[in-house]
């Protein structure tokens, strides 16, 4: 029997993770479900589904699974489709890991930028009308242990070409450092 996604989604949350459920009520209690008019399913069937969410273990794991292998081939090679479903998991366990390894990598970085703003202890903010300016201020700042945090932003405002000008920094004092002192 060929399965669409919403049978098969049906199937396995009817049987859950009952171990050993009775497939022959399942298949008369999902029968008279509306996903089915148009196909019968047997208690065979459900269970050589049950058996593969089994080996493949996650739900949706299992789902798609059978949407993409167990459709395409006779449900009677019931070994061969258990293989297959054996490596299928394996392949999604890799995925997961990959996945939780740049997840980690992430939070690797997550903790040093938390661990360089717990050291902070001072902030300040230069502005100047021109660039030369603000660049002079920042490094006098640099000598006296300031680190500039972030890039320059600019603002103009007003209808002169200089009348409103703005380049802004932020400078910080970090805990520990030594610069220029």
Partial sequence: MNFRKRQIEIILRTIGSIASPNYKRIASRISDREEFFDSAITPVEIEHLH???????????????????????????????????????????KEKKQKQKKYNGQAGAITQATAFFTRITDNKIFTAKFESQLVFQV?????E?????????????????????????????INGEHNGK
């Fill in 145 to 173: 242990g300031w680190l500039p945090y972030g890039g320059v932003a600019f603002m103009a405002t007003g209808m002169s070409v200089v009348g409103g000008n703005s380049f802004i920094q932020a400078m910080v004092k």
């Fill in 51 to 93: 058996k593969i969410a089994k080996v493949v273990g996650d739900k949706e794991d299992a789902a798609d699974f059978i949407l993409k292998e167990v459709n395409a081939i006779d449900a009677t090679k019931d070994e061969k489709v258990l293989e297959k479903a054996a490596s299928y998991q394996e392949e999604k366990d």
């Fill in 139 to 143: 490094n006098e700042a640099i000598k």
